[in-house]
């Protein structure tokens, strides 16, 4: 499992020009779900954003985790893109629908997370919160 992390101010997500989901200040997740991703993968991967000190303290260091800030979710199965050979992606590696979407809504509800629509042609907006974005793998 992968997640494109990006600490937010606010972020949105619209589905044919309707606003679905909205946060204020914490983080906008875009997941990715691979082949042979487990409930196990899901919940690491959770527990581990939510645990992540990427919000300033007084001293104004990132060593505040999410706390009571909010997460904004949206699968993204094109972070298991491979572009290494030729110019058009291969998504071999990434999930079938039919797998990727109970481990999708698993890391959500862990994280009591907003969402965008599982495999619909999302737009995201976002206001990013300084320069905070990290890649994380469950394995």
């Keep these: 499992m992968r ?3 990006q600490r937010v101010s606010r972020a949105g997500v619209s589905v044919g020009g309707e606003l679905v989901s909205e946060i204020g200040e914490g983080l906008l997740v875009l997941l990715g779900v ?33 706390e009571d800030r909010e997460v904004l979710c949206v ?3 094109t ?10 992606p291969s998504y071999v ?11 999708y809504e698993r890391f959500c509800q862990r994280l009591a997370a907003r969402r965008g629509v ?6 995201i907006e976002l206001v990013a919160d300084g320069p ?6 469950s394995r």
């Design 3 to 5: 997640a494109l992390v």
């Design 34 to 66: 691979g082949v042979g991703d487990s409930d196990r993968d899901a919940d690491w991967l959770a527990d581990k954003v939510r645990a992540l000190r990427v919000f300033p303290d007084a001293d104004s260091r990132m060593n505040v985790a999410l």
């Design 75 to 77: 699968s993204q199965f």
């Design 79 to 88: 972070l298991y893109g491979d572009a290494r050979r030729g110019n058009r």
């Design 93 to 103: 590696t990434a999930a079938p629908p039919e797998t990727a979407e109970p481990l």
């Design 118 to 123: 599982f495999g619909a042609h999302m737009q």
């Design 132 to 137: 905070v974005t990290l890649l994380l793998e």
